[in-house]
């Protein structure tokens, strides 16, 4: 491989001499037109990475290096709309929490329709000894 670079580069040096010495020979406006060509194609290469380098710079704040990119251009719909995955987000906190309250207001009232339908009176759960025969499992099955 780097015998076919040796080669290509020894080849581009050879068109790169003859063009050379024919360029001497050209009139000067015609090598005037070629120069300015020259400048032109040298800048237009160049020009993307000065646009980078000027657009991104590295800010120091704090102790803190921040990567700041300038004016991105947006106007007023465009930072409009980068605050819309900000508003869905707290429209869909809200829209959860507020199922979550719904749901536990349904399992409270089920508890409560339990207890008032229920053949024990509602102060038989406050009493510490029935709570007892409750938790204790050996009751339950001597019951049957």
């Known amino acids: ?79 409009l709309a980068s605050f819309l995955p900000l508003i869905a987000l707290v429209a869909g906190l809200a829209l959860i929490q507020n199922v979550m309250d719904d749901h536990r207001a349904n399992e409270l009232a089920e508890v409560d329709s339990a207890l008032l339908i229920d053949d024990l009176p509602p102060a038989a759960y406050a009493d510490p000894g029935f709570l007892q025969f409750l938790k204790n499992p050996l009751s339950i099955e001597a019951k049957e």
């Open 1 to 79: 491989m780097t015998h076919t670079a040796n080669s290509q580069d020894q080849f581009g040096l050879r068109i790169a001499e003859h063009l050379n010495s024919a360029a001497l020979d050209l009139p000067h406006d015609i090598s005037e037109r070629l120069r300015a060509a020259r400048t032109r194609a040298v800048a237009a290469r160049l020009q993307p990475q000065t646009r980078l380098q000027t657009s991104t710079s590295l800010v120091n704040q704090n102790g803190a290096g921040l990567l700041s990119y300038g004016n991105e251009g947006l106007n007023l719909w465009g930072r």
